[in-house]
């Protein structure tokens, strides 16, 4: 039976759309959701779904193609008139080009591409069509020089080229997700309203300056709030000129080591933000990676007073990981809750796109809990509440 739907699965997908096409509404559509390869009986019965859906009312379409033929997403099908209606569009490997009088997507709210078939003219065409965007997503390949969305609030860029010449004039934006090379401190305008951002950088060519990427984040975005840092390699040494971020409140660091290094280097995260209140780790060791003993910092008397939560995600007992959470408790006075968590603080626990999944992470076999109490309270004076979760 498996082996008769696997090569019959085009003819049933057909026959499916087929009679959804025909299908009778009372009630507005609200979501259409296809995953088909790009063949052209496939795409010839999509195209016939796709304007039944804008017939009655859509406002939601999901798409991604699979496959080697490229297909075009039908926008001729979607006039003014019944596009008015569509408020979210994800597309995943296909051709979207719209004609420079296109009075369509006007209503569109959220645009998600994903490893699209597009050149620069119509990413700019197609970006200029959507006038009330919040939510946009570029994950893949895409070219583009400037990003100009007075509306939008979330903007997410997953691994797109060209930055070197890419500006974002975004004065209304909330969140940015980005995964890519270094990020120019030209690359973003004036952006105020920036509390969420999330960075994981895949260039790999001056690994000695890493630490003063410390610096040029916190030039571009001076107003963040809540910060997430990847860090696959912890290739750090200290900065020349100490990064500050006066804003940051909440600071979440996922960082892949090799098992043998130490991780007392992350407290220069705290020195950088004086009223961090709190903090969030994930450690992933990784036996492969070249061994680095982390940043070189001055060891001085640092009391970091507005440090209130520390949270230890992947926590497994280990040495590194207790004489991290021992100086946390000598530095941090006020600290009012230490928890230890197995589980892993994963972005998509926050969001539901993500840069690429981590390499998978050596196991270990968690200590006791009283065991790695012990060793974390010895000659060690604090009030903070410790949880093991």
């Known amino acids: 039976m498996r082996d008769y739907f696997s090569t019959h699965r085009d003819h049933h997908f057909v026959e499916s759309l087929q009679w959804f096409t025909r299908l009778k509404r009372e009630t507005p559509l609200r ?3 296809l ?3 790009g063949s052209v009986e496939c795409s010839d019965v999509v195209n016939s779904a796709i ?20 297909y075009e997403f039908p926008w001729w099908l979607l006039s003014v008139c019944r596009s008015s ?3 979210s569009l994800c597309l995943s490997h296909c051709k979207l080009s719209v004609p420079l009088d296109f009075g369509g997507f006007g209503s569109l709210t959220k645009l998600v591409l994903v490893q699209m078939y597009m050149s ?7 970006l200029r069509c959507c006038t009330n965007l919040v939510s946009l997503h570029l994950i893949g390949m895409f070219d583009i020089r400037i990003l100009r969305l007075p509306k939008l609030k979330e903007l997410l860029l997953l691994m797109t080229p060209s930055l070197g010449k890419f500006k974002v004039d975004t004065p209304d934006l909330q969140r940015l997700e980005y995964c890519g090379e270094m990020l120019p401190t030209s690359t973003f305008q004036s952006i105020p309203c920036l509390e969420h951002v999330s960075l994981q950088f895949t260039d790999d060519i001056y690994p000695e300056y890493d630490a003063d990427k410390l610096e040029d984040i916190s030039t571009c975005f001076p107003h963040v709030k809540s910060l997430c840092l990847r860090y696959e390699i912890p290739k750090l040494v200290k900065p020349r000129t100490p990064a500050t971020f006066l804003n940051l409140k909440v600071l979440t660091l996922n960082i892949a080591t090799k098992p043998s290094d130490d991780l007392l280097w992350m407290f220069m995260f705290l020195i950088a933000a004086p009223y961090l209140a709190t903090l969030r780790t994930t450690v992933h060791y990784l036996s492969y990676l070249e061994s680095h003993s982390g940043v070189v910092w ?3 008397d ?4 507005s440090l209130k939560n520390v949270e230890m995600y992947n926590f497994m007992g280990r040495d590194n990981e207790i004489g991290l959470a021992r100086l946390l408790l000598c530095r941090a006075p006020n600290l009012r809750y230490l928890s230890f968590n197995q589980a892993r603080l994963e972005e998509g626990d926050d969001h539901q796109l993500v840069p690429p999944t981590w390499p998978m992470a050596e196991t270990f076999s968690p200590r006791d809990s009283q065991f790695v109490l012990s060793k974390l309270l010895e000659n060690v004076s604090s009030s903070a509440r410790v949880v093991f979760i």
Do not use: N, P
């Not at 304007?51 to 490229?70: K, P």
């Open 302 to 305: 640092f009391q970091h007073v």
């Open 51 to 70: 304007a039944s859906a804008a017939q009655h009312g859509i406002s939601d379409i999901d798409m991604a193609i699979f496959g080697r033929m490229e």
């Open 120 to 126: 620069l003219k119509e990413v700019q065409v197609l």
């Open 85 to 87: 209606a569509l408020t």
């Open 35 to 37: 995953v088909f390869s």
């Open 298 to 300: 001055d060891d001085v």
């Open 31 to 33: 979501r259409l959701s």
